[in-house]
């Protein structure tokens, strides 16, 4: 079984769907990337899943439950974990006290979780004490992600994690995706950067006009040449 699979979803805000029966299956050891043109209902399907805005029709089943319009935070505690775009971090608050509110659901002992975010971040350990609001793009994305992996999800969902970063930061971040991966945690990520994103991931899906074009392995999709035409600039 899937550890999340989307079937046939509809999904908008408020008019036309934007989302017209999407449909995609990750297993926990996959990274999954969703790439296609602008308005082609990439974030959307996130936040479909994560019940920022509602779905109309088709299902989404979670490890095992389904969640379709299931409150997000209801949904942390099941083991899935979102890292919106923008206005991702806490600015005011320390690196630190971003991590410790990812724990927010949790009322076990977190200092191991925390530890281990560290390792996957050591950038982040000499940073610890200084605003979130102070770091470059590139380091605020990390906190993003650790302060999610707080709630030791079982599925990381990012939307567009390298946008508006540098070359260097973006091969970084798409680094601490791939370690993370390798932890355990599956990953379901939107991206602009499609070739190089696709090159790491082990399931792709290709989405124009809210439904789905292509689907196959990374692998797959930058060697087919109609995707690579229509979507990867030749």
Sequence with gaps: MPLIEVKGVVAGYG???????????????????????????????????????????????FDGHEIANTLADKLVPLGLSF???????????????????????????FSDTLAWVYDMFPDMKAKRRQPAGELSGGQRQMV??????????????????????????????????????????????????????????SRGFVLANGVNRFTGTGKELIADPDVAKSFLGG
């Design 15 to 61: 008019g036309a769907p934007i989302l017209n029966g999407v449909d995609m299956a990750i297993e926990q050891s996959d990274i999954g990337v969703i790439v296609g043109p602008n308005g082609a209902g990439k974030s959307t399907t996130l936040k479909a899943i994560f019940d920022l805005l509602k779905v109309s029709a088709g299902s989404i089943v």
């Design 83 to 109: 890292v919106p775009q923008e206005k991702n971090v806490f600015t005011s608050m320390t690196v630190e006290e971003n991590f410790e509110m990812g724990a927010f659901t949790r009322r076990d002992d």
């Design 144 to 201: 993003a992600m650790g302060r999610a992996l707080m709630s030791k999800p079982k599925l990381l969902m990012l939307d567009e994690p390298s946008a508006g970063l540098s070359p260097r930061y973006v091969l970084e971040i798409f680094e601490q995706i791939v370690k993370v991966n390798q932890t355990g945690v599956g990953i379901l990520m939107v991206e602009q950067n499609a070739r190089q994103a696709l090159a790491f991931a």
